[in-house]
């Protein structure tokens, strides 16, 4: 393998597919072989990016006409565990969005075969490459013991937005797909052991499935006392009122996102929004003999603020580096497939109703 030029072929051609794509036209290390897409996204996108790459309807097919070196597979949810286990086994580093898989059980089957054929695997965790993200995860970790994490990211989605959210709900609930991103970040800031997960759930719309539910809400126990909760729903019925939390508490204060313009009315479904930090406010809890504040709260202003785009590109130098350095992936699979563990933790409990012990 040329090691300036990957061979990337790409599985899945909607909005973090195409984006993915978009690092990889613009990144000399990369070289697109093949866009992969059951409809016509491929070719929109192969339009969009003024390229002229292959394009192929089927995946299996498309990996054995181009035998690329890497696979970005940014498909749905219940294709990921097939479509990595094929790339890894054709000797492919593989860069796969999150979750990892549609089962925890899927997930291990993955890590396993990339251990198994010595490949890099990359999972799309995509607030771990953003550097405000990183910088709330410091801050909050010095915050003492235990932790309050508090967050939640609804969205009010309508239009396209709304079908592309029906469709995840064909098999995944918004506390798993969205929710595996911020347990990640819980998991970061306490690096302590969850014990225990509680979680409700609704269903809000009959175009959701019977057996599935577009709003819910979890709640983790860590061994060190820790607690956090995530809030995650989806659809036109969804409020924009204090959909955007990002707030930890400690013995030693508190430590918040705030987003003024990534929260207001109207951003809760902008994919740019999700990500955005803009300000961190650090609260400092000393006070003197007389119970009174000795420190001052202090605005942290964050000028390296990368939009969806630039983040995809990071991931994917990230990606590169990884092949290029033969960089251990240990810590980073097992995190993966620990967050995603916890997940359908919370998801059997809103469908039992039960606490559910780790």
């Given at each position: 393998?040329?090691?300036?030029?990957?061979?990337?072929?790409?599985?899945?051609?909607?909005?973090?597919?195409?984006?993915?794509?978009?690092?990889?036209?613009?990144?000399?290390?990369?070289?697109?072989c093949?866009?992969?897409?059951?409809?016509?996204?491929?070719?929109?996108l192969?339009?969009?990016?003024?390229?002229?790459?292959?394009?192929?309807?089927?995946?299996?097919?498309?990996?054995?006409a181009?035998?690329?070196?890497?696979?970005?597979?940014?498909?749905?949810?219940?294709?990921?565990?097939?479509?990595?286990?094929?790339?890894?086994?054709?000797?492919?580093?593989?860069?796969?969005?999150?979750?990892?898989?549609?089962?925890?059980?899927?997930?291990?089957?993955?890590?396993?075969?990339?251990?198994?054929?010595?490949?890099k695997?990359?999972?799309?965790?995509?607030?771990?490459?953003?550097?405000?993200?990183?910088?709330?995860i410091?801050?909050?970790?010095?915050?003492?013991?235990?932790?309050?994490?508090?967050?939640?990211?609804?969205?009010?989605?309508?239009?396209?937005?709304?079908?592309?959210?029906?469709?995840?709900?064909?098999?995944?609930?918004?506390?798993?797909?969205?929710?595996?991103?911020?347990?990640?970040?819980?998991?970061?800031?306490?690096?302590?052991?969850?014990?225990?997960?509680?979680?409700?759930?609704?269903r809000?719309?009959?175009?959701?499935?019977?057996?599935?539910?577009?709003?819910?809400?979890?709640?983790?126990?860590?061994?060190?006392?820790?607690?956090?909760?995530?809030?995650?729903?989806?659809?036109?019925?969804?409020?924009?009122?204090?959909?955007?939390?990002?707030?930890?508490?400690?013995?030693?204060?508190?430590?918040?996102?705030?987003?003024?313009?990534a929260?207001?009315?109207?951003?809760?479904?902008?994919?740019?929004?999700?990500?955005?930090?803009?300000?961190?406010?650090?609260?400092?809890?000393?006070?003197?003999?007389?119970d009174?504040?000795?420190?001052?709260?202090?605005?942290?202003?964050?000028?390296?603020?990368?939009?969806?785009?630039?983040?995809?590109?990071?991931?994917?130098?990230y990606?590169?580096n990884?092949?290029?350095?033969?960089?251990?992936?240990?810590d980073?699979?097992?995190?993966?497939?620990?967050?995603?563990?916890?997940?359908?933790?919370?998801?059997?409990?809103?469908k039992t109703?039960?606490?559910?012990?780790?």
């Amino acid at each position: 393998m040329d090691q300036k030029r990957i061979r990337v072929l790409v599985a899945g051609c909607g909005n973090m597919g195409s984006s993915h794509a978009a690092a990889y036209h613009q990144m000399d290390a990369f070289k697109i072989c093949g866009l992969v897409a059951r409809g016509n996204s491929n070719a929109i996108l192969n339009e969009r990016l003024g390229a002229g790459y292959p394009l192929f309807s089927d995946y299996y097919e498309a990996l054995a006409a181009t035998q690329p070196d890497a696979v970005c597979i940014a498909t749905y949810q219940d294709s990921h565990e097939d479509y990595a286990i094929a790339a890894l086994e054709a000797g492919c580093h593989v860069f796969i969005e999150k979750p990892l898989a549609d089962s925890v059980a899927g997930a291990v089957r993955v890590v396993e075969a990339a251990k198994k054929h010595h490949k890099k695997l990359v999972i799309g965790y995509i607030l771990r490459h953003h550097p405000s993200w990183i910088r709330f995860i410091e801050l909050a970790s010095g915050l003492g013991k235990p932790l309050v994490m508090r967050m939640n990211l609804n969205q009010q989605s309508s239009g396209h937005a709304w079908q592309v959210h029906k469709k995840f709900l064909s098999n995944m609930s918004p506390i798993v797909d969205c929710g595996v991103h911020y347990i990640d970040v819980m998991c970061q800031m306490t690096r302590s052991k969850p014990v225990q997960v509680t979680a409700i759930g609704a269903r809000l719309s009959e175009e959701v499935p019977a057996d599935n539910y577009n709003y819910g809400q979890l709640q983790i126990r860590f061994e060190d006392g820790s607690v956090g909760w995530y809030e995650a729903g989806w659809g036109p019925m969804i409020s924009e009122t204090a959909f955007f939390v990002k707030d930890v508490i400690g013995p030693k204060g508190a430590v918040s996102i705030v987003a003024k313009n990534a929260g207001n009315a109207g951003a809760s479904s902008n994919i740019d929004a999700h990500t955005k930090t803009e300000s961190i406010l650090l609260h400092h809890a000393d006070v003197d003999g007389d119970d009174r504040f000795t420190r001052a709260d202090e605005w942290i202003d964050l000028h390296d603020e990368p939009d969806h785009q630039e983040l995809c590109n990071r991931q994917q130098h990230y990606f590169y580096n990884t092949i290029l350095n033969d960089t251990d992936l240990t810590d980073h699979m097992n995190d993966a497939v620990n967050s995603l563990r916890i997940a359908f933790a919370c998801d059997e409990s809103v469908k039992t109703g039960q606490v559910v012990k780790l």
